[in-house]
């Protein structure tokens, strides 16, 4: 777990906002969705594409955020592939909640505890919830045409 007091950019956030994968947009998804944070006006777009099995099978991403937001962009799509739009919603969810304060342990996501440092900085949770928010939302619009 890491410390409260860090640092809220660090050399982790700006490894992950370096890196972000599928970082184009989709030529032709089977839905898409855009989240923008009214607070600081980061915008990210998620594309997406499910195999048969409901499942993403192919992302894509416009990323116009701040660090924060763009390492969570990062880490939400390093792992998106392969996982059901039901998942997608679980992890925002988790994400929300633990921003909100309800749990003490970050989400069971990979990597999620690089924003323990943003916990007291309620201003920057909207950025942070960005690409989960878009995504769950992209993946439920894919699956609901079918």
């Given amino acids: 777990m890491r410390r409260m007091d860090a640092p809220l950019y660090n050399t982790e956030i700006l490894r992950l906002a370096a890196s972000i994968p599928y970082h184009e947009r989709l030529a032709a998804p089977m839905a898409s969705s855009e989240k923008r944070s009214p607070i600081c006006g980061s915008r990210v777009t998620v594309d997406v594409a499910l195999d048969t099995a409901g499942r993403v099978s192919e992302l894509g991403m416009l990323v116009r955020a701040c660090a924060l937001g763009q ?12 996982k059901s739009a039901e998942e997608l919603a679980e992890a925002r969810d988790a994400l929300t909640a633990w921003l909100a304060g309800e749990h003490n342990d970050p989400p069971d996501w990979p990597g999620l505890d690089v924003f323990t440092p943003a916990l007291a900085v309620t201003a920057r949770h909207p950025s942070i919830r960005l690409a989960f928010e878009a995504a769950a939302e992209a993946a439920a619009a894919a699956q609901a045409r079918g």
């Fill in 71 to 82: 390492a969570s962009a990062s880490l939400m799509a390093a792992h998106a592939v392969g």
